[in-house]
């Protein structure tokens, strides 16, 4: 990043200014709460930095971590923003930013992200609230063709995407994040840095993935054993078992929930929140193998 750059972001209009000129109010049905604070928004980028390849960014609205980034030192910027309004907005920022910062208009729910970084990428946002979980899930298979993620969430799916085994948190969420990732909660961010400010405390979390998956599993299995088990998990395993058993017939045929147990030689008392994510896998597997 040359000094040039630098100086033309550092001198841009302050982001309430941006906002006001540009009628930039935030919306509740585009999940809209933009993080003003420079502070914040440098401590994200820096969690993410460094930069060796494309970092996306998604809903930038002002552009507060957008220019947080490139004064980061991110040589390729693409922001996925919806809001046309946003986009107006982000001109001047595009200008100052000399080619590294390319404004996609459309939805991150639409967006292939594995053909905008090239072989290895990164994912930095503020997610919207409303669909943050689901983006997530749909990168979980875009993996090949990223380097990290950090994201900032509800503080409650956080914790729910970076829970242990054993404790209440504990879930599908985070044995199919997990599975494919080292998670990690990098720190919280109140509700007065936002504007306006949701009535959450929000979470960065940092989303490595693994080289490997943590233990062999069909992913589509994995989820349905987690689905099922996740669905009753008040319940004992031994219990829980019969309905995913009675779900994946064979040749119309239930699979022995029994079977399951001794394939995989888990305990039938267990609940689902004490199951190690390895324990899932095998749960899938052994599923694997009775259908074939």
């Given amino acids: 990043m040359t000094d040039a750059v630098i100086d033309a972001i550092a001198s841009l209009p302050p982001l309430r200014e941006t906002i006001r000129s540009n009628g930039l109010d935030a919306r509740k049905n585009l999940g809209q709460n933009f993080l003003l604070d420079l502070n914040l928004t440098g401590r994200i980028a820096r ?17 507060g971590l957008t220019r947080a980034l490139l004064m980061e030192g991110a040589e390729d910027v693409i922001a ?14 595009v200008d100052a930013a000399a080619g590294r910062l390319r404004i996609i208009e459309g939805d991150a729910l639409e967006v292939d992200i594995a053909s905008l970084v090239g072989p290895k990428g990164q994912i930095v946002a503020n997610l919207p609230y409303n669909i943050a979980t689901v983006l997530l899930l749909n990168w979980l298979d875009q993996l090949d063709h990223l380097s990290a993620m950090t994201l900032m969430f509800q503080k409650e799916v956080g914790q729910r995407i970076t829970a242990s085994p054993g404790s209440g948190e504990f879930g599908r969420l985070a044995v199919m994040c997990q599975w494919l990732c080292r998670a990690v909660m990098l720190f919280d961010i109140p509700p007065q840095a936002f504007v306006p400010p949701p009535k959450v405390t929000s979470s960065v979390v940092q989303l490595i993935p693994r080289p490997n998956p943590l233990a062999q599993a069909d992913k589509t299995l994995l989820e349905d054993v987690t689905r099922v088990l996740f669905g ?6 031994r219990a829980s078992l019969k309905t995913l058993a009675s779900q994946m017939k064979v040749k119309g045929k239930a699979i022995d929930p029994a079977h399951l147990l001794e394939a995989t030689g888990i305990d039938g008392q267990s609940r689902p929140e004490r199951l190690e994510i390895e324990d899932f896998c095998r749960l899938a597997e052994a599923v694997k193998a009775a259908r074939t």
């Fill in 80 to 93: 996925i923003e919806k809001d046309r309004r946003a986009i107006d907005a982000l001109a001047p920022l």
């Fill in 47 to 63: 969690s993410a930095a460094p930069f060796s390849s494309t970092v996306v960014e998604i809903g930038p609205g002002p552009g």
């Fill in 232 to 237: 009753q998990r008040r319940k004992m395993l």
